[in-house]
């Protein structure tokens, strides 16, 4: 259990918000990413995507739709010099139309379900590890497996209920900023990250 991880949101934090994308051209990475992203995992983090994927309850797209999508995810972060580790999908919705995938389930965020797969997946060290999402139910699945959350205020979270988990460690404007807050604050608890940052950002990681 000594890896740590970013645990990323796809829709609306890695990529553009769209209505159910089932295309890989309907992802379009954000902005500005690239280099903050590639630096963090210089310093040792598994890049991990934690994503509700209803759309499949729903019959909009199947299972190869999302496995293209997520190859598609593979190659555009490779283009930036970031390595995607693994992608955790919750295909559930209770009201779903598609039989298998109509159920309450452990791992619709809010629940932690899919973090806690990939942390016994992937040897990962929740406590140090942070979730990025931009809505409250990003940060309260962060919250309740032990990370530490950033949520990306960018326009995704419309609702604002509060409750005991929903409370993110910090709060952002973009996801640019997200990971290089987390690089900050992995600089102050660590100043070894500091080196490894430096070296990083000096041999051109992400560029
Ligand atoms: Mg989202
Ligand atoms: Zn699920």
Not at 37 to 48: E, K
Not at 114 to 119: F, K
Not at 133 to 157: F, K, M, P, Q, S
Request: hydrophobic residues 40%; charged residues 20%; proline residues 5%.
């Amino acid at each position: 259990m000594n890896n740590r991880a970013l645990f990323v949101d796809r829709d609306g934090t890695l990529v553009q918000a769209r209505h159910y994308p089932s295309r890989p051209e309907d992802l379009i990475l954000f902005e500005s990413i690239g280099e903050p992203l590639a630096l963090l995992q210089a310093t040792g983090f598994l890049l991990v995507v934690i994503t509700n994927q209803s759309g499949l309850a729903h019959g909009y797209f199947d299972e190869t739709a999302l496995q293209r999508m997520n190859a598609h995810l593979h190659v555009e972060l490779e283009k930036l010099g970031v390595r995607l580790d693994a992608v955790y999908y919750c295909p559930h919705h209770p009201d779903g139309s598609v039989a298998t995938y109509a159920i309450e389930c452990n791992c619709r965020k809010p629940r932690p379900g899919l973090l806690e797969r990939a942390a016994r997946d992937l040897q990962i060290d929740l406590k140090h590890s942070w979730f990025v999402g931009d809505i409250l139910h990003d940060v309260e699945a962060g919250n309740r497996a032990g990370c530490r959350t950033v949520l990306v205020n960018n326009g995704g979270e419309t609702e604002w209920i509060a409750g005991p988990y929903r409370t993110p460690t910090f709060t952002v404007l973009s996801t640019a900023e997200a990971f290089t807050k987390i690089a900050a604050e992995e600089r102050l608890a660590n100043p070894a990250v500091n080196s490894q940052l430096r070296i990083a950002s000096e041999i051109g990681v992400g560029l």
